[in-house]
């Protein structure tokens, strides 16, 4: 069919090239000449049209016709350049999809879906109805990140939570080897429990001393070095964006809040063997520099975030600055982890002495099913099942124990003490979904006094959660 094609495309191309004023009939000898020469020049582009298709099908070559056989060609038809095919883009799954390109570029969409319920129980004597039961959705966020090239990525996330949504992570990056920038609102780095993602924590919510000590996301600059198995990172820090808005405290807040922190944190994670080690500690300092600020309290919910009741917690404290530090130390063995932390916070208050605070936490975990936790970039990763449903297993099945203390008495402040004892039954189906039943103990001393003045009892709480994350 192709060769029946060509003398077709010759016949018409040479009507084309028939002048119109040969029409009539009466052909000059100067008009016959010209269109030999230009059945000729036609008869070399076929020529060489069929040698292309032969090589690009395989087909034997033809033999080219003699020089003297083609007439001279005052003017040759120059086959068009081939057009630059974009580069290609490649699709991969990551729990959404992820398109990449070339020169870095990329884009992921992302997402978290978690729903809690929860129960507290209410002690004698107690009449506060922020107890007992209670079902919240806890997170839906929604974003996405990506690369731009030239090392420069981003990442944008808004969160609904408390009945509000909210930035969480906002950021551009910047990447050369082991060196990381980061601009924007994003974490601090203030300790292990509080950078693991919530969707990879070993119980529903994280260490108690990481909410009562006010541990949040904060618009900053970051730096982080990573070479071999160390990790370094620092970052200068302004208060959570909200805090920052115009109208956020009234007059004493918004434009006024010229408060600033300094934060850094050193990781040793080497693999020694097949186990994975890590140890870490972190320093902070800052300045809260609010003009009338309303004050500082540091308090705990009873573990789960389905309840607003706080019965743990100090006073409003008139704090200028704040100075803390953290130890921290994990390993991964199989299907074997153990994780532990430390924490103390100093207050310097406006009136009167310092106030000293302190907390800690110490978790083991094993995988009923032959899994392991996951570890990247100095905290724990979400575990990938390596039988999960649909693929010859029931997923990974994972079971922890944590102790976590909170003191928060220091001489005349008696913001009370929390012994808690949690309990936990993971299971993930797949990658990217994980379903988290929680038990805990929490024994209080010097807590929120009850109808009768006691400050000091225990309450039973149990949670359980979906958790869909990609």
Excluded: C
Aim: glycine share 12%; aromatic share 8%.
């Amino acid at each position: 069919m192709r060769r029946s094609v060509l003398p077709l495309l010759a016949t018409s191309a040479l009507g084309l090239a028939t002048p119109a004023f040969a029409q009539d009939g009466a052909i000059s000898a100067d008009e016959a000449a010209a269109m030999r020469a230009q059945i000729s020049a036609l008869k070399a582009q076929i020529q060489l049209m069929e040698q292309r298709l032969d090589a690009a099908t395989g087909a034997p070559q033809r033999t080219a016709a003699p020089a003297a056989q083609v007439a001279p060609q005052p003017a040759t038809i120059a086959a068009p350049a081939p057009s630059k095919a974009p580069p290609p883009t490649e699709i991969a799954w990551k729990g959404s999809p992820q398109f990449t390109s070339s020169g870095g570029r990329s884009f992921k969409a992302k997402g978290r879906i978690q729903t809690d319920v929860g129960y507290v129980g209410r002690p004698a004597g107690s009449t506060d109805r922020g107890l007992g039961y209670a079902a919240e959705m806890r997170r839906i966020r929604l974003g996405g990140e990506g690369g731009l090239g030239a090392g420069i990525g981003y990442k944008l996330e808004l969160e609904l939570s408390d009945n509000s949504v909210d930035l969480v992570d906002t950021f551009v990056t910047y990447k050369n080897g082991g060196l990381l920038l980061s601009i924007g609102n994003q974490n601090q780095f203030q300790s292990l429990d509080e950078l693991t993602g919530d969707t990879s924590g070993s119980v529903m919510e994280r260490a108690a001393f990481t909410d009562a000590f006010n541990f949040e996301r904060r618009l900053g600059i970051a730096a982080q070095y990573e070479k071999a198995a160390w990790l370094l990172q620092a970052g200068l820090f302004a208060d959570d964006i909200t805090a920052l808005s115009n109208d956020s405290d009234g007059e004493t807040g918004g434009d006024e809040n010229n408060s600033y922190g300094l934060d850094g944190r050193l990781v040793y994670a080497p693999k020694l063997g097949d186990m994975q080690l890590h140890l870490g500690g972190s320093a902070h300092w800052r300045d809260l520099k609010r003009v009338g600020d309303a004050g500082t309290r540091y308090r705990q919910r009873p573990f789960v975030h389905t309840s607003n009741t706080r019965l743990i917690g100090t006073s409003t404290l008139d704090v200028k600055d704040e100075a803390h530090y953290g130890l921290e130390a994990a390993f991964v063995r199989g299907r074997l982890h153990g994780a532990a932390e430390t924490h103390w916070l100093r207050s310097d208050l406006a009136a009167g002495p310092d106030a000293e605070f302190f907390g800690g936490y110490a978790e083991l975990g094993w995988f009923l099913t032959d899994d392991t936790r996951g570890y990247k970039g100095g905290i724990f990763d979400r575990a990938k099942p390596r039988k999960p449903l649909g693929g010859g297993g029931l997923g990974a099945v994972q079971v922890n124990a944590r102790y976590d203390y909170l003191d928060l008495n220091d001489g005349a402040i008696v913001g009370g003490r929390q012994d808690a004892w949690i309990a936990a039954l993971i299971w993930q189906p797949v990658e990217y979904l994980r379903f988290n039943v929680n038990y805990a103990y929490l024994s209080y001393q010097g807590a929120t006094p009850l109808a009768g003045g006691d400050r000091d009892y225990s309450v039973h709480v149990t949670g359980a959660r979906m958790e869909l994350d990609f």
